[in-house]
């Protein structure tokens, strides 16, 4: 009998532990504990990472603090209900403060790059226009930022997927193609992946160049201290500085504090807990903030979704999520006019489309039989570039934790409205039988016509029309007007001398793309210019991945 070798995948998290990297579980403390350090990094997420990189690379001493775990491609087995309780917040079940929006945001050493689908854009051309002139963002011109998203785009070996799309995403190039609507492929950040289709549950196989697999080991290599299991609680303000970060340790399961405090003391401050953490622990902090700036404008892509029918198989949970996209319906739209968006084909798993879908009961389940042969679109609503798409407040709940308040306006609203016609439009031209806009009063449409007439006549309320988001941004904006800002257009707070933020809640309107690649080309800007100030010396740069 002759036996298949089994593939040994590599896991460069546990060789590292293997070597002696400083890593302090916090669960395990059984004393409070005082660490020393020229910079504490608070999240480990895309700003984290790309930071904290950055500034162990110069020679500083750096402490990154992490309230998620730290888990490995050992323990990611393509299983929702391990994944979404262990790397996500709230586990994925967090929720806007009318439970209109369910929110994805990841809460393990990497954050959400851990766990996101690795769809990588530049910041488009018009954003960045937006912000020069409304923002007074000067240094964040396309030419500016060009060659910071080539160094990222090397790092993180993020380039053309060159593999067929899986069906999910085929048929979205399929349906537009019919309707003349234009689509082009996505680049990813990958290296040999096995085109599983399971990146939200953490990769199995390290090809997905996460912070996880990237900047945070390459900060431990060059001796950065990680702590795990340990909440940034507040920043403990003297004067016009930060003289200490108190940090409480979290139990096993990550969610209850054990008594144990962590106590950071060090040079510089960075925060990177992302979009409505960050302000969070600054409102908690007390930071100063003269013109209630804090936590507001946050903004988050409201995503709306179409399921449709299909006589074949689609098995929207096999092959890389989103490869194919549109940009059709931002590119016909005034970036400050009627809300426009972008359509990509998300990946389809059990429990993430049984929580998504609408309806209940014996309806529901049969729609859960249909499964495999299920297709999905979803919207990217550009909001933050209207009066009318303000975005959402993080306000502070008893216990200190955070909850956006996002009210969706009728603007929105309008564009949720839209969407949802132009998605049963490319599913019906792609072959659809029948279109579901995921809404509680919508039917199954089995034509263009029956769906038009349908969408055009729903209510559009919370908690009826379903929207989701995964994208979380601002809460901190740039820009170096006080009135505007929070922290300056170098990501330094303003009115604390030894505190700057890095991660996407520094964004002044949301991106109008999948914001990974924004975060880490603007950081990596931010991360290389503090360096050299601390250090006095030119900021050596990270090699390729
Ligand atoms: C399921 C999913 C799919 C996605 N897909 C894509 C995609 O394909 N392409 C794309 O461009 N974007 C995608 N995104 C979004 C993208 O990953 C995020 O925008 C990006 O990672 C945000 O970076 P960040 O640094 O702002 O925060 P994060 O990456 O979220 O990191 C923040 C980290 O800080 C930690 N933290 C927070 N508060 C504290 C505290 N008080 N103390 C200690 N630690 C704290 C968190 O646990 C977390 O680990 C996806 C996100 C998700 C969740």
């Not at 990588?120 to 051309?125: G, I, L």
């Not at 085929?170 to 492929?185: H, I, S």
């Not at 900060?219 to 003297?238: E, F």
């Not at 903030?289 to 029918?309: C, M, N, V, Y």
Request: one cysteine or more; glycine letters at 10%; proline letters at 6%.
């Amino acid at each position: 009998m002759t036996t298949t070798p089994r593939t040994v995948i590599s896991d460069p998290i546990q060789a590292g532990l293997a070597t002696g990297w400083k890593v302090i579980d916090a669960s395990s403390l059984q004393d409070s504990k005082h660490i020393e350090a020229d910079v504490a990094v608070i999240g480990t997420g895309a700003g984290g990472g790309v930071t904290a990189e950055f500034l162990a690379l110069a020679g500083l001493d750096v402490v990154l603090v992490e309230e998620g775990p730290l888990k490995s491609s050992k323990d990611f087995k393509m299983r929702e209900a391990q994944a979404y309780p262990a790397l996500y917040q709230e586990s994925a079940a967090r929720k806007t403060k009318d439970k209109a929006i369910n929110i994805l945001q990841g809460r393990a050493v990497g954050g959400s790059t851990t766990v996101n689908w690795t769809t990588s854009f530049r910041t488009p051309n018009n954003t960045l226009a937006y912000w020069q002139k409304n923002f007074g963002l000067k240094d964040y011109s396309p030419e500016a930022l060009a060659p910071w998203f080539a160094l990222m785009e090397q790092r993180l070996n993020i380039s053309a997927w060159l593999t067929p799309p899986n069906e999910n995403n085929d048929l979205l190039r399929r349906g537009a193609a019919k309707l003349g609507v234009p689509t082009a492929a996505i680049k990813r950040n990958v290296k040999g992946c096995w085109n599983l289709g399971y990146c939200g549950m953490g990769c199995p196989t390290n090809a997905k160049q996460s912070m996880l697999v990237t900047t945070i080991p390459s900060a431990l290599i060059h001796g950065a201290t990680l702590i795990t299991r340990a909440r940034a609680d507040r920043l403990v303000l003297q004067g016009d500085k930060v003289a200490g970060l108190a940090c409480i340790a979290l139990d096993g399961s990550g969610l209850a504090p054990t008594g144990k405090r962590l106590e950071v003391r060090a040079r510089h401050y960075v925060v990177a807990g992302g979009a409505i953490n960050s302000p969070a622990l600054l409102m908690r902090s007390g930071a100063p903030d003269p013109h209630s700036l804090i936590g507001k404008r946050t903004f988050l892509h409201p995503t709306t979704i179409s399921a449709a029918l299909f006589d074949h198989k689609v098995e929207g949970f096999s092959g890389a999520p989103q490869s194919v996209y549109s940009d059709h319906f931002l590119d016909t739209q005034p970036i400050d006019g009627a809300i426009g968006y972008k359509l990509e084909a998300p990946p389809l798993h059990p429990l993430l489309f049984a929580s998504t879908m609408h309806g209940f009961g014996e309806k529901h389940a049969e729609s859960m039989k249909q499964f495999a042969n299920t297709h999905a679109l979803l919207a990217l609503l550009r909001d933050g570039f209207h009066e009318q798409s303000g975005g959402g407040a993080v306000q502070l709940k008893d216990d200190g934790s955070p909850v956006l308040d996002y009210p969706i306006s009728s603007f929105v609203w309008d564009g949720v409205r839209r969407s949802l016609l132009t998605m049963a439009e490319i599913q019906f031209a792609a072959g659809a039988k029948i279109v579901y806009p995921v809404h509680e009063a919508a039917e199954g449409y089995t034509s263009w016509e029956a769906a038009r007439k349908a969408i055009n006549g729903l209510v559009y309320k919370p908690l009826l029309a379903r929207v989701v988001s995964a994208h979380v941004m601002g809460g901190c904006a740039m820009s170096d007007d006080v009135r505007r800002g929070v922290v300056s257009s170098k990501g330094r707070y303003h009115g604390l001398s030894n505190l700057s933020v890095h991660d996407g809640s520094i964004f002044p309107t949301s991106i109008g793309a999948n914001p990974q690649l924004s975060i880490y080309g603007i950081t990596a800007k931010l991360a290389s210019a503090l360096a050299e100030e601390l250090t006095g010396k030119p900021a050596p740069m990270p090699n390729a991945a």
